[in-house]
């Protein structure tokens, strides 16, 4: 076999994609740095590159959060965060790791009592210089046994996070067996994490809103915004905006009205990105029974957005991924299924509505297992990471793609 | 009876949609608490309503009373349900256990995207031919006349 073969053989086995023409693929692998059990990775780039959190699996009650810098082509030997056994392990709702000018701040969720649905937020620090983490510091100031998760953090100010959560403090009970649903819904919150862990300025964002999708924040040059999956008294499920303007938290509006009508979970949340005051969002959205992966610019820090821009095909399943780049255009990743087989995507769409070819980054298990691949811009390439699925184990796969070749 | 929040609705456009994959219906295959296999076509010649939800799904978890009430009305009415999920069996074995609904649970091995299902919960209602006649997206009344009416006469 010749060697432009044996590369265009490795893409298609790695990457799903295969060479028609005889050229060698964009896509640089990158070895994952340990085995075993891993799963649900979690990339984050700011000011020190790019780094990378996963759950590590030890046995059926041990887990380890992980993390590791990217050092040139190569993922750092990795480090513990920590251990537990009494973790709550969701495919969609997962730890995650955040830098601000040298401070990391990572979270995991924590079970707060026997009910399988009782969790918290836990955060865990490490202030620039230090050695140990500060761990399992708290995050909400209830203490209701319900759910809370789906964070999202990002760096704010100099050496703080801006962090948004699902808060299920006005829920309990609702799950129970028996007539009910009668209780409060499930909110959103956010405050500001100091380096050393301390919570400040928490607040209501929405006191209802989809129980079971991801939340996304940015900071824009107004102040911080977040977008999540509403759920208004029809049960419409729309992606909404608030942003924190002049001290205050505006009233949530939509991004764009979707009308998707459903009493149920999608388990889909929307993705953002912000530079300045442009910002874009990508989501999905299930109306009419039409799977859809739409983008939206603003450039007005969210106060208003264009039309969506559909990026996906019919078959697209969602779990999105966002990021500006300059020149008015932003790149989102999506996973979508073609002909039988699922891929996870990923295209550059202009503001201006112009779409770019789309290129496949891997094949994928549709199967919830298979997580939300991540998608991070550093300088002039994009990494991503995902979770493979085979029948003994899963792994995590990294890869980085030159984003001028989209 | 009958939830305050609002629910979906069985659309009648979906309805006329559906009817012509018989046969991707027929071949699906579950795996039932013990870990044998079902398939459609082992119930052939009842309706039956495949009820996809999660141990996760609140809505899921809020509607089952209901769809728990109506099932004896329903099995005179020559149906059989099925209450589907993707989760490990010994997921559904404890949520059995513990909340004790009297349903026929399996597991779908699949991915619910292969059945273009999109959120949770979700009703496929096939007739006594394995044709899919309706769907439902979201949480509904099972206990609302409407509903009932429709689940009736629906062939």
Redesign the interface.
Same mark, same amino acid.
């Given at each position: 076999m010749g060697k432009i073969a044996k590369v265009c053989l490795f893409f298609t086995i790695v990457f799903g994609v295969s060479c028609s023409t005889p050229k060698v693929e964009p896509f640089q692998n990158i070895p994952f740095p340990e085995d075993g059990e891993s799963a649900l990775p979690y990339l984050f780039s700011g000011s020190e590159g790019l780094m990378m959190s996963w759950v590590k699996t030890l046995d059926d009650s041990t887990s380890q959060l992980m993390y590791s810098h990217l050092e040139g082509a190569t993922w750092s030997q990795p480090e513990t965060v920590l251990e537990g056994v009494d973790w709550f392990i969701n495919w969609a709702d997962f730890p995650s790791i955040t830098e601000n000018n040298g401070n990391l701040l990572t979270h995991f969720l924590q079970k707060s009592s026997k009910e399988k649905f009782s969790y918290d937020v836990k955060l865990n620090v490490l202030p620039k210089g230090s050695s140990d983490w500060a761990l399992g510091l708290p995050l909400h100031t209830d203490s209701t046994f319900t759910e809370h998760g789906f964070v999202s953090a990002v760096p704010y100010r100099d050496d703080s996070f801006f962090v948004a959560w699902l808060d299920g403090r006005n829920t309990a009970s609702s799950m129970d067996h028996g007539h009910s649903g009668h209780n409060g819904a499930m909110s959103i919150r956010a405050a500001r994490v100091g380096q050393d862990g301390a919570i400040y300025d928490e607040a209501l964002l929405d006191a209802k809103t989809c129980d079971c999708c991801q939340t996304t924040a940015a900071i824009t040059d107004n102040g911080p915004i977040v977008i999540y999956r509403d759920r208004s008294e029809e049960e419409l499920r729309d992606i909404a905006i608030t942003r924190y303007v002049n001290g205050e938290w505006t009233a949530p509006q939509a991004v764009y009205e979707d009308g998707w009508e459903i009493n149920g979970c999608p388990v889909n949340g929307p993705k953002v990105d912000a530079q300045g005051n442009e910002v874009v969002v990508a989501w999905f959205t299930g109306v009419n029974n039409k799977p859809a992966v739409k983008v939206a610019f603003s450039s007005d820090g969210g106060e208003s957005f264009g039309e969506p821009i559909q990026v996906s095909g019919m078959e697209a399943l969602g779990r999105v991924d966002v990021d500006l780049l300059d020149d008015n255009l932003a790149v989102v990743s999506w996973m979508e299924t073609e002909n039988g087989e699922t891929y996870l995507k990923v295209l550059k769409v202009g503001t201006s509505g112009e779409k770019y070819a789309p290129v496949v980054v891997t094949q994928m298990d549709p199967a919830r297992k298979s997580g939300f691949p991540q998608m991070e811009k550093v300088g002039d390439r994009l990494y991503f990471a995902w979770t493979s699925i085979s029948e003994e184990s899963t792994s995590i796969k990294t890869a980085s793609l030159a984003i001028s070749t989209l | 009876?009958g939830?305050?929040?609002?629910?979906?609705s069985i659309?009648t456009s979906?309805a006329e949609k559906v009817s012509s994959d018989r046969s991707s219906i027929n071949s699906l295959l579950f795996k039932d608490l013990e870990g044998n296999t079902i398939a459609i076509s082992d119930f052939k010649g009842k309706r039956v309503l495949l009820h996809f939800w999660?141990?996760?799904?609140?809505?899921?978890?809020?509607e @089952? $009373?209901?769809l728990e009430q109506v099932k004896p009305f329903l099995e005179k009415e020559n149906y059989q349900l099925l209450l589907v999920s993707?989760e490990s069996l010994e997921e559904i074995i404890e949520f059995q256990k513990k909340?004790?609904?009297d349903f026929q649970f399996v597991r779908y091995e699949?991915?619910l995207?292969?059945l273009?299902i999109?959120? @949770? $919960?979700?009703t496929f209602i096939l007739n006594e031919k394995g044709e899919k006649v309706m769907e439902m997206?979201?949480?509904m009344d099972w206990d609302s006349e409407l509903t009932i009416k429709e689940l009736t006469e629906l062939h």
């Amino acid at each position: 076999m010749g060697k432009i073969a044996k590369v265009c053989l490795f893409f298609t086995i790695v990457f799903g994609v295969s060479c028609s023409t005889p050229k060698v693929e964009p896509f640089q692998n990158i070895p994952f740095p340990e085995d075993g059990e891993s799963a649900l990775p979690y990339l984050f780039s700011g000011s020190e590159g790019l780094m990378m959190s996963w759950v590590k699996t030890l046995d059926d009650s041990t887990s380890q959060l992980m993390y590791s810098h990217l050092e040139g082509a190569t993922w750092s030997q990795p480090e513990t965060v920590l251990e537990g056994v009494d973790w709550f392990i969701n495919w969609a709702d997962f730890p995650s790791i955040t830098e601000n000018n040298g401070n990391l701040l990572t979270h995991f969720l924590q079970k707060s009592s026997k009910e399988k649905f009782s969790y918290d937020v836990k955060l865990n620090v490490l202030p620039k210089g230090s050695s140990d983490w500060a761990l399992g510091l708290p995050l909400h100031t209830d203490s209701t046994f319900t759910e809370h998760g789906f964070v999202s953090a990002v760096p704010y100010r100099d050496d703080s996070f801006f962090v948004a959560w699902l808060d299920g403090r006005n829920t309990a009970s609702s799950m129970d067996h028996g007539h009910s649903g009668h209780n409060g819904a499930m909110s959103i919150r956010a405050a500001r994490v100091g380096q050393d862990g301390a919570i400040y300025d928490e607040a209501l964002l929405d006191a209802k809103t989809c129980d079971c999708c991801q939340t996304t924040a940015a900071i824009t040059d107004n102040g911080p915004i977040v977008i999540y999956r509403d759920r208004s008294e029809e049960e419409l499920r729309d992606i909404a905006i608030t942003r924190y303007v002049n001290g205050e938290w505006t009233a949530p509006q939509a991004v764009y009205e979707d009308g998707w009508e459903i009493n149920g979970c999608p388990v889909n949340g929307p993705k953002v990105d912000a530079q300045g005051n442009e910002v874009v969002v990508a989501w999905f959205t299930g109306v009419n029974n039409k799977p859809a992966v739409k983008v939206a610019f603003s450039s007005d820090g969210g106060e208003s957005f264009g039309e969506p821009i559909q990026v996906s095909g019919m078959e697209a399943l969602g779990r999105v991924d966002v990021d500006l780049l300059d020149d008015n255009l932003a790149v989102v990743s999506w996973m979508e299924t073609e002909n039988g087989e699922t891929y996870l995507k990923v295209l550059k769409v202009g503001t201006s509505g112009e779409k770019y070819a789309p290129v496949v980054v891997t094949q994928m298990d549709p199967a919830r297992k298979s997580g939300f691949p991540q998608m991070e811009k550093v300088g002039d390439r994009l990494y991503f990471a995902w979770t493979s699925i085979s029948e003994e184990s899963t792994s995590i796969k990294t890869a980085s793609l030159a984003i001028s070749t989209l | 009876m009958g939830c305050e929040q609002s629910t979906s609705s069985i659309s009648t456009s979906a309805a006329e949609k559906v009817s012509s994959d018989r046969s991707s219906i027929n071949s699906l295959l579950f795996k039932d608490l013990e870990g044998n296999t079902i398939a459609i076509s082992d119930f052939k010649g009842k309706r039956v309503l495949l009820h996809f939800w999660a141990t996760w799904c609140k809505p899921c978890l809020e509607e @089952l $009373p209901d769809l728990e009430q109506v099932k004896p009305f329903l099995e005179k009415e020559n149906y059989q349900l099925l209450l589907v999920s993707e989760e490990s069996l010994e997921e559904i074995i404890e949520f059995q256990k513990k909340k004790g609904f009297d349903f026929q649970f399996v597991r779908y091995e699949g991915a619910l995207s292969d059945l273009k299902i999109y959120a @949770l $919960p979700a009703t496929f209602i096939l007739n006594e031919k394995g044709e899919k006649v309706m769907e439902m997206s979201g949480k509904m009344d099972w206990d609302s006349e409407l509903t009932i009416k429709e689940l009736t006469e629906l062939h």
